[in-house]
C-alpha cells in the first residue's frame, strides 16, 4: 500500500483527498501557494511545502517544485486531484521516471483519451454511439465544408479542450471562419495546441456522465450515472445521481457501453465518460475525464464507495474488491457548486475576506470546502468554494433538502457574492422539478 501522499492541489479537492488518506492510514503532504499559506489542508495534512507564488504556472503548475516537494518529504504517491495537473501525460511520465506513483490514468492512455480526436477514433472502434463529425483533427476548409454536409448547428472544439474551454458553437455558415478562426486562436493559447475538429451540435441535450473504475488487472466496472445538465457557459452547476426521468435500461445500455471504451482505451484508474442525451432518448458519447470529477461526491452517496480511497488502492496495484453486480444504488443525491461569483454581475468573479461563513448540516448532508470564517477567498483560483451534497430516498426529498441546505448557507464579506440563492431559485423550477431542463436551460433565465 502506499504510504505516504504528496496532493497536488489546492482548496476543497486537496483537503477531501487528505481526509481519506488520514482514514487509510496513509500521510500526507500539502503543497500551497503563497496565497493559499492559510488555506485548510495546509492545517489538516500531516505536512505542507511552500512550492511557489500565487500564480499557479509559478506553483501548482511548475512540475519540477512538486515533483522536487514530494522527493525531499519522501511522498512515493501524488493525488492530482482534479485541473491543475490532473490530466497532463507529461507529469505522469514525470512522475513514473522518478519512481513516484501517480494516482491516475497512466500516461499513455491519459494522452490518447485528451486528444479528442483520438478519443473519438478509439470509441469509434469501441462501438461507442458517436454525433456525426470529423474523426480526425481538420484545417479550417476541411472542416467548413463537413459542417455544411453534416447541418448547423455545429460545434468547433479544440483537440486538447477540456474544462468547458476551447469550443464554440456555430449556427451560420457565414459565421463558421470568424468561429474557427478564433477558437483555435484561443485553443493555441491556451493549450498551446490549435488543432479543431468539428460535429453536430444538440440543443436541449441532457448531459449525462458514467462514473467507472478500472484496476491493473483487467476488472472495468462503472457507478451508475450523473446528470450534469444545469450549466452556465459549459461550466457545470449542479450535479445529480441516478440520472432522472431516463429509462432503466438506457442507463445500464450507457452503463455497458463505458465500460466497453474503457476497456478498449486499456483504462486503468477513476474516470468518467460524458454522453449527451437528445429528446428522443438516444445518446451519443462527447468525452472522457481522465480524473476524478468536481461532482464524484453523488456517486459516493449513492453507492456508498468512497472513489478516492479505491483512486489509492488502484494505484497501489491492488485488485477492485468488488464486481459489477456488487455495486447497488440507492436514494437520490444532489450537488450544488457553491461560487463566489454574482449573478446579478452576469457571474463576475466575487473574491474577498469571509467575514461570515456558516454552512448547513443536518442529517444526509455533507458539505465539502476548504473555506471558513476569515478566510480570504484569492482571485487567482477557480471560484468554488463549497459543494454542498444532500441525500434523500426520493428526488423530491432530495431537492427540498438541498433547498433547506442552501437557505441554511451565509457566506459575506466585503465584495463577497455566492451562488446559493440563485440555485436555490433554479432547483424551486417547475422545469427542473419536473427534469424538463437541458444545457441550455440557464441560458433562458440569466
Not at 487528505?18 to 492545517?43: K, M
Not at 456558516?358 to 458539505?367: A, D, E, K, T, Y
Not at 455566492?418 to 436551460?441: G, I, Q, Y
Request: negative net charge; charged residues 25%.
Amino acid at each position: 500500500m502506499i504510504r505516504k501522499v504528496l496532493i497536488a492541489n489546492r482548496g476543497e479537492i486537496a483537503l477531501r483527498v487528505a481526509r481519506t488518506c488520514r482514514e487509510l492510514g496513509i500521510g500526507t503532504v500539502a503543497v500551497y501557494s503563497e496565497s493559499d499559506r492559510d488555506s485548510a489542508v495546509v492545517r489538516f495534512a500531516d505536512e505542507s511545502v511552500n512550492i511557489g507564488p500565487g500564480p499557479a504556472k509559478q506553483s501548482y503548475l511548475n512540475i519540477p517544485a512538486v515533483i522536487e516537494a514530494a522527493r525531499t518529504r519522501g511522498a512515493d504517491a501524488i493525488h492530482p486531484g482534479y485541473g491543475f495537473l490532473s490530466e497532463n501525460p507529461d507529469f505522469a511520465e514525470v512522475c513514473e521516471a522518478e519512481g513516484i506513483t501517480f494516482v491516475g490514468t497512466p500516461a499513455k492512455v491519459m494522452a490518447q483519451l485528451g486528444d479528442k480526436a483520438s478519443a473519438r477514433a478509439i470509441m469509434t472502434d469501441a462501438g461507442l454511439p458517436l454525433l456525426p463529425g470529423s474523426r480526425d483533427a481538420l484545417d479550417g476548409p476541411a472542416a467548413h465544408a463537413l459542417a455544411e454536409e453534416i447541418g448547423y448547428p455545429v460545434i468547433v472544439k479544440a483537440v486538447a479542450g477540456g474544462g468547458g474551454r476551447g469550443m464554440a458553437v456555430i449556427r451560420r455558415s457565414e459565421d463558421f471562419a470568424r468561429a474557427w478562426a478564433e477558437t483555435r486562436a484561443a485553443a493555441q493559447a491556451v493549450f498551446r495546441d490549435g488543432r479543431m475538429y468539428v460535429e453536430r451540435y444538440l440543443d436541449s441535450a441532457r448531459h449525462v456522465e458514467i462514473q467507472v473504475l478500472a484496476d491493473a488487472h483487467g476488472s472495468v466496472v462503472h457507478l451508475g450515472a450523473r446528470d450534469c445538465s444545469l450549466q452556465r457557459r459549459h461550466q457545470k452547476l449542479v450535479e445529480e445521481s441516478p440520472a432522472p426521468n431516463l429509462p432503466s435500461e438506457l442507463l445500464a445500455e450507457m452503463g455497458e457501453a463505458a465500460v466497453r471504451g474503457a476497456r478498449e482505451a486499456g483504462y486503468v484508474g477513476a474516470g468518467t465518460f460524458e454522453f449527451l442525451v437528445d429528446g428522443q432518448g438516444r445518446f451519443y458519447f462527447m468525452e472522457v475525464n481522465c480524473r476524478l470529477q468536481v461532482e464524484h461526491p453523488v456517486t459516493e452517496m449513492v453507492t456508498g464507495v468512497d472513489l478516492v480511497a479505491e483512486q489509492l488502492r488502484i494505484a497501489a496495484g491492488e485488485p477492485l474488491s468488488f464486481g459489477q453486480d456488487d455495486i447497488r444504488h440507492q436514494g437520490v443525491s444532489i450537488e450544488c457548486r457553491i461560487n463566489a461569483e454574482d449573478p446579478s454581475r452576469a457571474f463576475a468573479p466575487a473574491p474577498g475576506t469571509l467575514v461570515e461563513c456558516l454552512l448547513p448540516g443536518g442529517p444526509f448532508v455533507r458539505v465539502d470546502t476548504h473555506a471558513h470564517t476569515g478566510y480570504r477567498v484569492p482571485a487567482l483560483y477557480d471560484s468554488l468554494l463549497a459543494k454542498v451534497i444532500v441525500w434523500a430516498p426520493t428526488r423530491d426529498a432530495a431537492i427540498a433538502r438541498m433547498r433547506r441546505a442552501l437557505a441554511e448557507t451565509r457566506i459575506t464579506g466585503a465584495g463577497v457574492s455566492t451562488t446559493a440563492e440563485f440555485l436555490s431559485d433554479v432547483l424551486d423550477r417547475a422545469e427542473f422539478r419536473e427534469v424538463r431542463h437541458h444545457t441550455r436551460f440557464l441560458e433562458t433565465l440569466t
